[in-house]
């Protein structure tokens, strides 16, 4: 087969090293993001990254709400996919959908299945101390990132990575891997697959803003982690004197004193945690200001030594 029709359904910048790629090798007949939103203060409209994209490339672009509609089936049967591929869409599409595609549905997913199923798996794979993550590309099923195993690739995890190092690295993985999938399918070739391993699943449920309030009767490292993993979103954070601080980078020592855990320690900001560690804030942000390192945060931040932070 020379020329497969290939709809892509992706929503933010993960999908777009995927879609690049198809765009500029395949035969892509169109393609599905969610609905331009309001988001920011001003609540201004704003397209999705898979949606700007194709503007730019003059690629149809459809954004349905979600397919139980008939008319929403009917966008995609006029399509006549033989593949379909999906990054991060962030729509779940029911059993009806992913068997209109001729030959395959297949999904890009940022772990290593069965491991990290769900909506937030780099974000989890940092805050579990994981030390090697990847991309599989699967078949898609009705279940939740259970679908069979088609191509997996490992890349490992550094101890100074953050959430969008990893996303990074990630995303541009997924469109190599993605191609490689598709070039095969091209030639006529069929593709080979493994079941998951059930026992070996875990789940990344999608993170919300309290998950990154900072827990400091936890040790140093689980902190740290905790900082990497939400940066840049949602921010690690706590409250001192009804103010919220977020932490976007840190270091951390032993103490050779016993500390209550959250206690400002010392006129540098250091704040005491879990185990006897001390946490060293390195770039922090208070609520409506930019980032700022320690220095000029410690010049125009009023605090007390022993003040207990929240």
């Known amino acids: 087969m020379k020329n497969l029709r290939i709809v892509f359904m992706g929503s933010p910048d993960f999908a777009i090293p995927g879609l690049d790629i198809i765009y500029k090798n395949f035969s ?71 068997d209109i595609p001729k030959l395959e549905s297949l999904n890009i997913h940022a772990s290593l299945l069965p491991r990290w199923r769900g909506a937030a798996p ?4 940092i805050l579990s101390g994981d030390q090697v993550t990847g991309i599989t590309i699967m078949k898609m099923t009705e279940q939740l990132d259970a679908g069979n195993i088609v191509l997996q690739k490992k890349i490992k995890i550094k101890d100074s990575n953050t959430s969008q190092d990893v996303h990074d690295n990630l995303a541009k993985l997924g469109g190599e891997l993605i191609s490689e999938v598709l070039k095969t399918i091209q030639k006529g070739n069929k593709i080979s697959s493994n079941v998951q391993d059930e026992s070996k699943a875990t789940y990344a449920s999608k993170i919300t803003t ?29 409250q001192i004197n009804d103010q919220r601080i977020q932490i976007y980078d840190a270091a951390i020592s032993s103490s050779n004193k016993k500390n209550t855990p959250g ?32 220095s000029s945060f410690l010049r125009g931040f009023n605090f007390s030594i022993n003040t207990k932070i929240e």
């Open 263 to 294: 206690i400002i320690i010392n006129d540098k900001f250091s704040i005491s945690c879990g185990e006897n560690e001390l946490l060293h804030p390195k770039v922090l942000q208070r609520s409506g200001k930019n980032k700022i390192d320690i």
């Open 28 to 98: 892509i007949s169109g393609c599905f993001t969610q609905p331009s939103r309001p988001s920011g203060r001003g609540q201004k409209i704003i397209d999705s990254p898979v949606k700007k994209f194709c503007k730019k490339n003059n690629i149809s672009v459809y954004t349905p709400e979600n397919f139980k509609s008939e008319n929403n089936i009917n966008l995609l049967k006029k399509l006549n996919p033989d593949i379909l591929v999906v990054a991060a869409y962030g729509i779940i599409l029911p059993k009806n959908i992913l």
């Open 210 to 238: 309290q998950d990154a309030k900072i827990n400091w009767s936890k040790n140093g490292k689980k902190i740290l982690q905790q900082i990497r993993a939400f940066n840049p979103w949602p921010g690690a954070w706590f």
């Open 122 to 125: 780099i974000q989890h794979a």
